[in-house]
């Protein structure tokens, strides 16, 4: 009996650090992306060279600047995509924990909404 009990904790307790991790992440992601966006409007601000010091890892290489927004916007749409998927797992876990923890899944109910997407918003506005 007090071993099921420690097991439950324990699987509680990996799930609830496995959703700070996650937090985090987000957290991480998107001061990255933030990052890439200032680069990109330096970019588009500054009389254009024809190459820029690009910094990758720990070394700085000269790329061309029309490859350089390239990568950024690349990089963009990759960190875009992680913290969505990030994000949806999140609401499972979130859900995963609440039951774990004796509720039946209605208090993260909410969690699944999805927000309207610019192309939903422009039908649903056009069709008034």
């Not at 875009?80 to 797992?89: L, M, P, Q, T, V």
């Amino acid at each position: 009996m007090s071993f099921d009990i420690v097991k439950q904790q324990a699987e509680r307790e990996q799930l609830a650090e496995d959703i700070l991790t996650d937090r985090q992440l987000i957290i991480d992601y998107d001061r990255r992306r933030n990052t890439n966006r200032e680069a990109l409007n330096n970019l588009k601000k500054a009389p254009a060279p024809k190459k820029v010091w690009m910094n990758l890892g720990d070394m700085f290489v000269k790329f061309e600047t029309e490859k350089v927004k390239d990568l950024i916007r690349q990089d963009q749409d990759k960190l875009d995509s992680e913290i969505n998927e990030i994000r949806d797992g999140l609401k499972v876990k979130a859900r995963q924990l609440d039951v774990l923890e004796g509720g039946d899944g209605t208090k993260t109910a909410g969690f699944d909404l999805k927000s309207v997407s610019g192309e939903e918003l422009y039908g649903i506005t056009k069709a008034k």
